[in-house]
């Protein structure tokens, strides 16, 4: 049997790490909150006391950390973990980093004969829930065909974006394009109301028409028109918006990199970076439309 060892457990990992054990596989768990190490092994999971415990007898490495420095800190040099995984394994990093701290990472896998991919994730903690996430995957193809039962188990669809990194070039991409959509949706939202529109006749107006887009379709950022959205429960769950920031940041190192010109991704992270100023950093992302109606 294959054995996974999974590495943070936070909002997005613990529930994937759930699905893992549903599907059958055995895995050893890993995370500073022990509360959630406790709730996965009650569940059935081996709780490790440290992430090289975790990967000792590990042939699988799943990791899910909040960014960059957390990723080169946990793999990288020689206390890392990299150091402590068996050559030949494969490790599957699913945080959203920058394109370039994968690649580093990449490259230092492959020095010790340890495949790896770059898998960040898009379907929100409810995708994480409900095993439906879309993986976006940069590496080597033979390493995702060899990945793909272990993703299968957390996801529903999973896209080779290309070499080392391209994972996280997609994923960046796609995160800047939600902030632009959520912002407009949510201006646009402020603006019907304010000027006498009823929100839930209004969104689903623009939902069929023109401007109909994933946010009016699934996660409305107005209170009280979708039951189940952040939104109608004090923004709380979902998606922070301090990650959301985090991501369009790495969008512009990104651009910057590149010389490409993206004017709307900017203007999504300063209105997201005032929104974290205004202390709504923990909210879910679509807290943004609290700017166009306070």
Request: proline share 4%; net charge neutral.
């Amino acid at each position: 049997m294959t054995q996974i060892a999974f590495i943070g457990l936070g909002h997005m990992g613990l529930p994937m790490a759930r699905n893992l054990l549903k599907a059958g596989f055995a895995i050893s768990v890993f995370d500073l909150v022990q509360d959630s190490v406790a709730s996965l092994a009650a569940e059935g999971a081996k709780a490790a006391g440290s992430a090289a415990d975790a990967v000792r007898d590990a042939t699988v490495v799943v990791s899910m950390l909040p960014a960059s420095r957390h990723v080169e800190s946990l793999y990288l040099g020689d206390q890392g973990l990299l150091a402590q995984i068996t050559p030949g394994s494969l490790v599957l990093e699913c945080s959203t980093i920058a394109p370039d701290s994968a690649r580093k990472v990449h490259a230092a896998a492959a020095a010790r004969g340890i495949g790896l991919l770059d898998a960040p994730v898009s379907g929100g903690t409810a995708g994480a829930a409900a095993g439906t996430l879309t993986f976006m995957v940069g590496g080597k193809a033979e390493a995702l065909e060899k990945a793909r039962p272990i993703l299968a188990a957390m996801g529903k669809n999973i896209f080779h974006a290309g070499p080392d990194g391209a994972g996280q070039v997609a994923k960046v991409c796609n995160n800047q394009l939600l902030a632009v959509q959520m912002i407009g949706t949510a201006e646009a939202m402020a603006l019907g109301v304010a000027s006498g529109l009823d929100p839930a006749v209004l969104a689903e107006i623009m939902r069929q028409s023109s401007g109909g887009n994933w946010t009016l379709e699934k996660y409305n950022p107005w209170p009280g028109v979708m039951e189940n959205a952040p939104a109608s429960k004090g923004y709380s769950g979902g998606f922070m918006a301090e990650l959301m920031a985090k991501d369009l940041g790495l969008a512009q190192e990104a651009a910057q990199a590149t010389a490409s010109s993206t004017p709307m991704g900017a203007l999504a992270l300063q209105l997201y970076r005032l929104l974290l100023k205004q202390g709504n950093g923990k909210l879910d992302f679509s807290a943004v439309q609290k700017l166009f109606v306070e």
